[in-house]
T-cell receptor, first 115, second 111 residues
Framework: GAVVSQHPSWVICKSGTSVKIECRSL??????MFWYRQFPKQSLMLMAT?????????EQGVEKDKFLINHASLTLSTLTVTSAHPEDSSFYIC???????????FGPGTRLTVL | QKEVEQNSGPLSVPEGAIASLNCTYS??????FFWYRQYSGKSPELIMS????GDKEDGRFTAQLNKASQYVSLLIRDSQPSDSATYLC???????????FGSGTQLTVLP
């Protein structure tokens, strides 16, 4: 149980384009989903927390107009990187939990490379 | 002071030995503590959670929590080369309702 999927697993795009990443909880309903970014040899950095049906809460320094998050259902959240630039190249990982404060189960991650 | 601190390592132990990973945290109101394992290029995988003082054992893994000392540890008995990974300590603080991760400890188990 507690399986989280992400799609795509990797993506290469040109600078200036937008990329959408999907995060799905496959066998449970996730009240809360989280989006993280991880640069090489660094730890996970929380970007935003999203609750189904409400606006995401972004961490300080994360541009909400650049990283659009939609959590339309209890099993799906999407992260759209708008007008991507090479510095946005990173490993993006989502996680989901039954309730805030419970364990988080991570998706397999999406490696984004912006040329 | 970082909220969650771990020795970055690398920590090397021989196969069959006990690996000891340590983590300290700054928020005394923290309630929940987690250990995740992350293989290179992969996302973190939850291996242990602990909520109360003392030890919690699961197979070869033992998590230890001491809230008075603000310290949580992970012991891996009979370490195997497949245990070689980065281990992330994560703490759910009392006030924030999100996990704060340490920078991780890289463990290498030598065959």
């Amino acid at each position: 149980g507690a399986v989280v999927s992400q799609h795509p697993s990797w993506v290469i795009c040109k600078s200036g384009t937008s990329v959408k990443i999907e995060c799905r909880s496959l066998d449970f309903q996730a009240t809360t989903m989280f989006w993280y970014r991880q640069f090489p040899k660094q730890s996970l950095m929380l970007m935003a927390t999203s609750n189904e049906g409400s606006k995401a809460t972004y961490e300080q320094g994360v541009e909400k107009d650049k990283f659009l998050i939609n959590h339309a259902s209890l099993t799906l959240s999407t992260l759209t990187v708008t007008s991507a630039h090479p510095e946005d190249s990173s490993f993006y990982i989502c996680s989901a939990s039954f309730h805030v404060g419970n364990e988080q189960f991570f998706g397999p991650g999406t490696r984004l490379t912006v040329l | 002071q970082k909220e969650v601190e771990q020795n970055s390592g690398p920590l090397s132990v021989p196969e069959g030995a006990i690996a000891s990973l340590n983590c300290t945290y700054s928020d005394r109101g923290s309630q929940s503590f987690f250990w995740y394992r992350q293989y290179s290029g992969k996302s973190p995988e939850l291996i242990m959670s602990i909520y109360s003082n003392g030890d919690k054992e699961d197979g070869r893994f033992t998590a230890q929590l001491n809230k008075a000392s603000q310290y949580v540890s992970l012991l891996i008995r009979d370490s195997q080369p497949s245990d070689s990974a980065t281990y992330l300590c994560a703490v759910l603080s009392g006030s924030a309702r999100q996990l704060t991760f340490g920078s991780g400890t890289q463990l290498t188990v030598l065959p």
